[in-house]
């Protein structure tokens, strides 16, 4: 990997895997432990400063103080939902750009939500985190740092993972593949990849790339639509990738890597909510190893969207099942303090 340097011209040394680590530890003359110890203490142990490596000699430490970035971000504001404790985190970058990333708590563990960009040029209808385009992609170290920091602030264990905020992380491929090795290392937090779930709006050739990795993660595909025509309306990643394109790499992913897919469905009122669109969605994935994740859509007030109706989604939910489709509704998380994602940075942006 290229060595990459921030605004002050230090090695981006956490974005380093493991390999990656022993051989520029070897340029330095270090015998081999040491990328263990120092592998771990960035990684395990969550260290934000080289001085607390405790077991690296001192030498060592004030050299990589001199030469690396350890840490890439810094939080800046956290909103906790009195509902149900879901936390909102905003995070600055070392060049001043702002992410955020959410933790959400289940019975089955604690979760969080990791943006991938820092904005995001897919320009889907309904999401905040667009309205500013895609300012840049966010190296490895700045995801993981997201899931280290939120570890560390809230005292919980993270289990899960999912990359579904701001950016489209097929469009940052190759760190978002270093980011879920780095993340599952066992020298790591060792997040088991089959606790981790990516999100796409339907990128087909990553779609494709991706399967041939063969990773036990699962994959979330935004569909929010039956036909080309509303999908068009909605997401103008349409234009370039017709979903019969979409669903057949789909269909090659799930024979590559045996893992069933989520399909992404926001139901906007009068829009994409109506008992036909269920019904064609159905006959779409109709013998597909796959899940429909119904989401109330969360309405912004840049754009012109509504919820859809409880009575609807449930309609929607029941048509889907009647004709063989599995389908949940997503429960929303903390819906007091603007659950959607790219709101919490928009809003600061606007405010600077
Ligand atoms: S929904 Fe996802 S892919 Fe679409 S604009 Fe928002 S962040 Fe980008």
Redesign the pocket.
Known sequence: MKITENTQNKTDIASYDYSELKTYMDALGQPGYRTQQLYQWMHQKLAAEFDEMSNLPKALREQLSRQCRLSGISPVRVQVSELDGTAKYLFKLHDGNLIESVLMHYRHGSSVCVSSQAG?R???AF?A??LDGCVRSLSPSEMLGQVYNIQKLSGCRVSHVVVMG???PLDNYDNLLRFLRMLSDENGLNISMRNITVST?GIVPKILSLADEKLPITLAV?LHAPNDEIRKTLMPVARKYPLAELLEACRTYLKKTNRRITFEYSLVKGVNDAPSCARELSGLLKGMNCHVNLIPVNPIKERNFRQSGQREVLEFKNMLEKYGINATIRREMGRDIQGA?GQLRKSCMDNE
Request: aromatic share 0%; charged share 10%; proline share 0%.
């Open positions: 995001c897919m320009g889907c999401c985190s667009t701001s950016g489209e709006c935004s994602c």
